[in-house]
């Protein structure tokens, strides 16, 4: 199995600043998904990342899948408070179709 | 377009019973795993059904089974509970023809083992 390194785990920033979340593993993934879960609910996917180097934006959001595929990161512009959630990583295996998930980050924007 | 749902939402056990907790994909998906998360951590991986065969297998024990039936619905059976199975279980669904496993997760069932 390979495995998913999240960081930070915790993250407590206020309203209009900048974070990045980092996604990293010394395995390569076919894909790279990134979640956010709300308390007592399921995840639910943000983006797919799949070629090396890509780039992906979300309104504020920007996602980016490592050259290499074993890395990925989030970067959250100008976060407001509906912003708060647990993020999640997760990347398909090259042995196919079963997602390894990294710890989460539990990111609070105060207001 | 239906999303994936779960059934029950909550449930709580004694120790040693068995459980079977169900899933329905979403609409045009084949393929349905099973995560079981941990409070505070990401899912973990328990299976993986299509066609309905088991296709993949975490690092479960025997005490956890599953199946799929023909219109895609699933369960998942935990024989003899323990305190630690205590968790909430997710169910995913996807197309396998997609070629990547963009899954869409069910809002889960919450299991409390006492």
């Known amino acids: 199995t390979q495995l998913l390194e999240q960081s930070p785990q915790f993250l407590s920033i206020q309203e209009g600043e900048n974070l990045t979340v980092y996604c990293n593993s010394s395995s390569v993934f076919s894909s790279l998904q990134w979640y956010r879960q709300e308390p007592g609910e399921g995840p639910v996917l943000l983006v797919t990342v799949v070629t090396g180097g890509e780039v992906k934006k979300l309104k504020r959001l920007t996602f980016q899948f490592g050259d290499a595929r074993k890395d990925s990161s989030l970067h959250i512009t100008a976060a407001q408070p509906g912003d708060t959630g647990l993020y999640l990583c997760?990347?398909?295996?090259?042995?196919?179709?079963?997602?390894?998930f990294g710890e989460g980050t539990q990111l609070t924007v105060n207001p | 377009d239906a999303g994936v749902t779960q059934s029950p939402t909550h449930l709580i056990k004694t120790r040693g019973q068995q459980v079977t907790l169900r899933c329905s994909p979403k609409s045009g998906h084949d393929t349905v795993s099973w995560y079981q998360q941990a409070l505070g951590q990401g899912p973990q991986f328990i299976f993986q059904?299509?066609?309905?065969?088991?296709?993949q297998r975490g690092n479960f024990p025997d005490r956890f089974s599953g199946h799929q039936f023909p219109n895609y619905s699933s369960e998942l059976n935990v024989n003899a509970l323990l305190l630690g199975d205590s968790a909430l279980y997710l169910c995913?669904?996807?197309?396998?023809?997609?070629?990547?496993?963009?899954?869409?997760f069910g809002p889960g069932t919450r299991l409390t083992v006492t």
């Open positions: 997760a990347g398909e295996e090259t042995s196919g179709s079963r997602l390894t």
């Open positions: 995913a669904s996807s197309l396998a023809a997609s070629g990547y496993y963009e899954q869409y």
């Open positions: 059904y299509y066609e309905e065969e088991e296709r």
